[in-house]
Structures are given as C-alpha cells and as structure tokens.
C-alpha cells in the first residue's frame, strides 16, 4: 500500500474550483510536514503549499490567496482546496512528505489537474 496517496483532480473550467486530498497510510505522518507540489509538462516540480503537524501552513506565490492547504491529524489527510483557477495551474500534483525544508522523502504517485481555457 502507498504511505501517500492524492485522490481527487480531473478537468476544470478556468475559474473554476477543485480539490484534492492526500491519505498517508500511516499514522506516524502526523509528525512531518506534508506538502502539496506540481509539475507541468516540460516544467520542472514546484513547490504549491505545505502544512505542519500543528496546523501551520506555507503558501508559494502561486497559491496565496487561491489555495488553502488543510491537514486532519485524525483522519491523516492533507486536502488542498484549489478556486479560480488558471490554465497554468495544469499539471500533477503530488503530495509529499518533507524530510527537511526543501527536500523530500515520501511522494505520492500524483494526480492530474487540468484547467481548460
């Protein structure tokens, strides 16, 4: 079984919203920060959003005031609730776990989002 998985994505309307969501399988997850990443075709993976085991979330330029990153300790999911969104926001997003700041260590295997014009 897959220690992160992403469900949710699909197609979308520019302007529209969507969300997805990240299940760890294992509970020690709650720990680390977990975060949101994206990669578009013939682009490199960029950082979205991340979000600390007590709740403390970082935003990328790309996702302030669009996106908003929430975690569930409980339940062990990180979900990513993405409005207005943009053709440019097409790609895989993935989850994963960061291992220290910039670097990570447990990826999920990503789910696609696409924004039609």
């Known amino acids: 079984q897959a220690q992160l998985e992403e469900s949710g994505g699909g197609l979308v309307q520019a302007g529209g919203s969507m969300g997805l969501s990240c299940t760890a399988a294992?509970?020690?997850?709650?720990?680390?920060?977990i975060a949101w990443l994206r990669q578009a075709p013939g682009k490199e993976r960029e950082f979205v959003a991340s979000v600390t085991w007590d709740g403390n979330c970082t935003y990328s330029d790309i996702a302030k005031g669009r996106f908003t990153i929430s975690r569930d300790v409980e339940e062990n999911t990180v979900d990513l609730k993405m409005s207005n969104l943009k053709p440019e926001d097409t790609g895989t997003y993935f989850c994963?776990?960061?291992?220290?700041?910039?670097?990570?260590?447990?990826w999920g295997q990503g789910t696609q989002v696409t924004v039609s014009s």
């Open positions: 294992r509970r020690t997850f709650r720990k680390f920060v």
């Open positions: 994963a776990r960061q291992s220290s700041p910039g670097s990570y260590d447990v």
